[in-house]
T-cell receptor, first 114, second 114 residues
């Protein structure tokens, strides 16, 4: 049973370009969470999605950031017009449920904005 | 609002000593408390978790204790080894925004010196 998969593992973008990060949850998991981690800092919650629904996007900037989890395929975190401050590690986690259920993390995508 | 406080932020011990990391939470209804270990450049990995119906759980050299009255829980690592060096995050489930949300502490950077 494969774990949570993320790709790409490393992504380099120039300012103003778009970054698209993908996350495939563990088999049987229908809940996906995205976190951002700046160097030497903790995990900052961004957004929680279930299939075809955004449940909580309170941690995601209102502009330039969007997320989706379509009926088929991986969850996508999209950052438009990237700026240097977007450089970070972006982790995706998945769980079977939200209620007392374990979240398992993917290996992360390290985004570098030049 | 929901909050998880974690202390200390950094901890340095000699190999073979014990290490203790403490967390407090704000929601008395919280009933699930996982601990994650994150090595440099890697994903957070679940190392142990505890549910509110027990007060202590052990797995080899690591143990977690929970005091629901005081709303705090702790991670204990005995006979520390250099490979225990990492950042450790505690978390607690809290009802927020209409669903049960996992709230993370800020992390503890543990250094085990040979």
């Amino acid at each position: 049973n494969a774990g949570v998969m993320q790709n790409p593992r490393h992504l380099v973008r120039r300012r103003g370009q778009e970054a698209r990060l993908r996350c495939s949850p563990m088999k049987g998991h229908s809940h996906v969470y995205w976190y951002r981690q700046l160097p030497e800092e903790g995990l900052k919650f961004m957004v929680y999605l279930q299939k075809e629904n955004i449940i909580d996007e309170s941690g995601m900037p209102k502009e330039r950031f969007s997320a989706e989890f379509p009926k088929e395929g991986p969850s996508i975190l999209r950052i438009q017009q990237v700026v240097r401050g977007d450089s970070a590690a972006y982790f995706c986690a998945s769980s079977q449920r939200t209620d007392t259920d374990t979240q398992y993390f993917g290996p992360g995508t390290r985004l570098t904005v030049l | 609002g929901e909050n998880v406080e974690q202390h200390p932020s950094t901890l340095s011990v000699q190999e073979g000593d014990s290490a203790v990391i403490k967390c407090t939470y704000s929601d008395s209804a919280s009933n699930y408390f996982p601990w994650y270990k994150q090595e440099l450049g890697k994903r957070p990995q679940l190392i142990i978790d505890i549910r509110s119906n027990v007060g202590e759980k052990k797995d080899q050299r690591i143990a977690v204790t929970l005091n629901k009255t005081a709303k705090h829980f702790s991670l204990h690592i005995t006979e520390t080894q250099p490979e225990d060096s990492a950042v450790y995050f505690c978390a607690a489930i809290m009802f927020s925004g209409g669903y049960n949300k996992l709230i993370f502490g800020a992390g503890t950077r543990l250094a085990v010196h040979p």
